[in-house]
């Protein structure tokens, strides 16, 4: 029997059995093996690999910076944000969703372009230059064409954009149900001031990105992620900065935000995604912004890059083929008390590290290759090998200098916020990550419609959570919005400010020197994103601030957070005494740097202060 | 300089920003096969329904429709509670199902659920015409599982036993007419699943003229008061 015999008689026979309502023969193994695809189910990237592409020959995309608009048009609603008076914005944004076709590489076939979704008709999108003390508010218009009439199938023209790090009050934030259609637009109003005005909180690389209600990986794999970078009176953004407050880092085209993803394509060039994996979805070709394998021309001088594991479920381990280690200054946006010197970066989805790489010993034409060596198979996390080589993902080609290179690497940086000495007193709750069913569990639940409040934190309060990861075999990078994670424990270790997170051989260790290389940054105790490898069980203290409402925490392996690894939290007003309860915020900036309240918005505009003494003791609720 | 679409591109340039093709005919160079979005991956084998009929899964139940595909197990609790959310939802879907909304519930114990013993569950669930109940030959089932649940195959790593693996807490939903998929927890609102359906709706109109969704006044969004 041939193969055409075998379809011709099951069809025949699956046809007649559904006409006439009769059982036929029972399928033989025979036929089987003619009508199925092969047994098991082997990665795509293994059975369907994406087309051929030279690596090194299409340049690095770089983002245009966002300007602002002069105005909205109807303006802004302000009862629709929390302190709006107190945060008038200061510039206007409006960023459409769109599109288009995007060009990943030179050679056939993504020389036709690859059906995108993106900002502005760009993926990533155009990068935000916002300003701490300059809140701002983006008008967000939803522009996809609508399902069944978009050429990008597999994700959902229904979107919902996060600020990832972000301040954010809730109604801002994007959470999963805050959706908008086709022919819609939504105000984000980013205020743009660290919690609790407190210097010690401020960020620097945050980045955008959908968070659509089971179609996130979908959503940002079509394209719909960017940066958004804050600068404040220390990282000024110029290098030539006189002030002496200024760090004067590399800026303006020596500072490069870099997102990583791992795309597979089909044999038209297009992006292939499984709808049905539920562990995660792996990649063939690296990209960086957007283009596979890129090359960059740098300078002999000082550069920051900004390096973002943009998903969706892969992890890195990234080190330069000349064997220079990175210095290191900030882990998920954090800017780290002093610089790390490490020989590798380690990056769960969607974390974040700025690094400063000096190509001043390099000749023109010498050529750096940025490397991933961190094995991974599936989309449940590394396998635990190390790849040698590894995969290269971009290179950077050394030309001659236009210019002196005015940029330095300060010492020393700015000191973290402070862990309570005795956390005892704090709240503590349970977060158990497992697997059940075929969905992803936190504490055996799944997110559901985003109706159940999974926690209720007061405003103005701390919290010790324990982050428990039940699996023996997947990682889960887990996120928790609006506030930072401040590590107190790894493994029953604990971490202080000057601790390192590290990996090797899977086991976490910690680093208290950074006079000699370490081999691998994994983040300062200070970050948004906890990664729990197999077996992980991490302590932090968070604090939540300035604003009510609504907010999510989840695995950032989106494949796991589509299929329900997400809860809801509330921050809700602080109970006072005789069950009362007060909606007034905890702080506000004028009372943080301890004058009234009724002080006029030109003294309160001023820099924020440290609220050292106020941190001392941050509102703590007492043990449950 | 080439022509792509009538847009004139330089084909050396990455990261190049090309207007939208006009021209179906181009269009349809970069589309999907012809046998539908996800014809690669779901599998097209015999299965048998609740009603003793059989049928080609992918060819006759899944190209070109729009429907939700769980898997359960007769005697297993877990999926009682799937299936007793879906006899919810199938309510919620009033009469467009069976007529451009199908569920699938896929055994995962072929043995034990023939089509008489789903028959009899189906009729306990109070299963409307266009929900069916399938099984099939053992490799069948366990194809459709790994397929569509268990990508990868890795039933056994999870740390749990095969059945808890097979996803009898999820419900996918798909209109695979245009190639889109979610997936949604089985028992959460049976409202909310059913609305999912209309999220995932091929379009009939274009998108309307822009106008101001959110967010709303505080005074309407709970917890937040000013």
């Given at each position: 029997m041939n193969r055409r015999d075998a379809l011709k008689l099951t069809l025949a026979a699956a046809s007649a059995s559904l006409a006439a309502g009769t059982r036929v023969p029972a399928q033989s193994p025979e036929l089987l093996k003619f009508l199925c695809p092969p047994d098991g189910v082997s990665p795509d990237l293994v059975t369907r690999p994406s087309p051929p592409s030279r690596p090194f020959v299409a340049p690095l995309n770089v983002m245009p910076v966002k300007q602002p608009a002069?105005?909205?048009?109807?303006?802004?609603?302000?009862?629709?944000?929390?302190r709006y008076q107190e945060f008038l914005p200061k510039k206007f944004y409006e960023i459409h969703e769109t599109e288009f076709r995007w060009v990943y590489h030179p050679d056939a076939p993504y020389n036709v372009g690859s059906w995108s979704w993106g900002f502005d008709n760009i993926t990533p999108g155009p990068t935000y230059h916002a300003r701490y003390g300059e809140p701002i508010l983006v008008r967000r218009y939803n522009t996809l064409p609508k399902v069944g009439q978009?050429?990008?199938?597999?994700?959902?023209p229904r979107t919902t954009t996060h600020l990832h790090n972000g301040h954010t009050a809730s109604e801002s934030?994007?959470?999963?149900?805050d959706f908008i259609q086709a022919g819609e637009y939504w105000d984000h109003h980013y205020c743009n001031f660290p919690s609790g005005f407190d210097d010690r909180e401020k960020l620097t690389t945050l980045w955008y990105h959908d968070h659509m209600m089971d179609f996130t990986a979908a959503n940002v794999y079509a394209g719909l992620n960017g940066f958004y970078l804050l600068f404040d009176e220390?990282?000024?953004?110029?290098?030539?900065?006189?002030?002496?407050?200024?760090?004067?880092?590399?800026?303006?085209?020596?500072?490069v935000p870099l997102i990583l993803h791992d795309v597979l394509f089909d044999s038209y060039g297009q992006v292939s995604f499984n709808?049905?994996?539920?562990?995660g979805i792996l990649g063939d070709k690296f990209t960086v912004n957007r283009i596979i394998q890129p090359f960059f021309q740098v300078e002999p001088r000082k550069y920051r890059f900004r390096i973002l594991?943009?998903?969706p479920s892969r992890f890195y381990q990234l080190y330069l083929s000349t064997g220079q280690p990175f210095v290191v200054i900030s882990g998920d946006g954090n800017i780290l008390p002093k610089p790390v010197v490490a020989e590798s970066i380690y990056l769960s989805v969607a974390q974040r590290t700025d690094v400063i790489l000096d190509f001043?010993?390099?000749?023109?034409?010498d050529q750096i290759i940025l490397q991933n060596r961190l094995e991974q198979t599936?989309?449940?996390?590394?396998?635990g090998r190390m790849l040698d080589?590894?995969?290269?993902i971009m290179r950077f080609d050394v030309v001659p200098p236009?210019?002196?290179?005015n940029s330095q690497i300060p010492d020393h940086f700015r000191p973290l916020p402070p862990m309570p000495e005795?956390?005892?007193?704090f709240k503590h709750r349970v977060w158990t990550f497992d697997y059940l069913g075929g969905l992803w569990t936190i504490n055996g639940q799944t997110f559901g419609?985003?109706?159940?409040?999974d926690a209720e934190i007061e405003q103005g309060t701390g919290e010790v959570w324990i982050l428990r990861n039940n699996g023996k075999n997947w990682s889960h990078p887990i996120h928790s919005h609006f506030t930072e994670f401040l590590l107190h424990e790894v493994n029953g270790r604990v971490v202080t400010p000057e601790t390192i997170q590290s990996t090797e051989g899977r086991r976490h260790y910690e680093y208290e020197s950074a006079d000699v290389p370490i081999k691998?940054?994994?983040?300062?105790?200070?970050?948004d994103i906890a990664t729990l490898l197999p077996n992980d069980e991490i302590k932090v203290f968070m604090r939540w601030d300035d604003f009510l409402g609504k907010y999510v925490m989840h695995c950032h392996n989106v494949v796991h957070e589509d299929h329900a690894m997400m809860i809801r939290w509330d921050i809700v007003p602080k109970k006072q005494a005789g069950n009362s309860v007060s909606s007034?915020?905890?702080?506000?900036r004028a009372s943080a740097a301890g004058?009234?309240?009724?002080?006029s918005r030109r003294e309160r505009s001023s820099q924020f202060k440290n609220s050292r003494k106020a941190r001392r003791d941050p509102g703590s609720s007492e043990r449950a | 300089m080439n022509l792509v679409g009538g847009v004139a591109i330089s084909?050396?340039?990455?990261?190049l920003l090309l207007e939208p093709m006009q021209d179906p005919k181009l269009a349809g160079d970069?589309?999907?096969p012809l046998n539908g979005p996800y014809a690669h991956l779901i599998p097209n084998v015999v299965v048998r329904s609740h009603d003793d009929r059989n049928a080609l899964?992918?060819?006759?139940?899944?190209?070109?429709k729009t429907v939700m595909i769980n898997c359960i197990s007769t005697t297993n609790e877990q999926s009682l509670r799937g299936c007793a959310n879906l006899a919810r939802v199938q309510d919620a879907l009033g009469n467009r199902l069976g007529r451009d909304v199908f569920i699938y519930s896929i055994t995962i114990d072929p043995e034990h659920d023939t089509p008489r013993v789903l028959k009899t569950f189906a009729e306990k669930h109070r299963a409307?015409?266009?929900w069916m109940f399938l099984t099939g030959e053992q490799s069948v089932i366990e194809l459709l599982r790994s397929r569509l649940f268990n990508q990868g195959g890795?039933?056994?790593?999870?740390?749990?036993n095969q059945i808890e693996d097979c996803s009898l807490a999820l419900v996918r939903y798909g209109n695979e007419a245009v190639g889109l998929w979610g997936s949604v927890p089985a028992t959460n609102d049976p409202t909310s699943i059913a609305k999912r359906l209309s999220w995932i709706e091929s379009a009939?109109?274009?998108?309307?003229?822009i106008r101001r969704a959110g967010p709303a006044p505080l005074s309407a969004q709970p917890g937040i008061r000013t």
């Open positions: 002069p105005n909205l048009d109807p303006p802004p609603d302000p009862k629709a944000h929390q978009s050429k990008v199938t597999f994700a959902l934030d994007g959470y999963p149900m220390n990282d000024t953004g110029d290098e030539n900065d006189p002030s002496p407050k200024a760090w004067r880092l590399p800026s303006g085209k020596y500072d709808p049905f994996n539920t562990d594991n943009g998903g001043s010993k390099y000749q023109p034409g599936n989309g449940r996390g590394p396998s080589p590894g995969d290269g236009t210019g002196l290179d005795d956390l005892s007193k419609d985003g109706t159940r409040v691998v940054f994994m983040g300062g105790q200070r970050r007034r915020p905890a702080r506000t004058k009234r309240s009724n002080h | 084909p050396l340039r990455s990261g970069c589309a999907r899964f992918y060819n006759d139940l899944i190209r070109g409307k015409p266009g890795h039933n056994a790593t999870h740390d749990h009939k109109t274009p998108a309307p003229s």
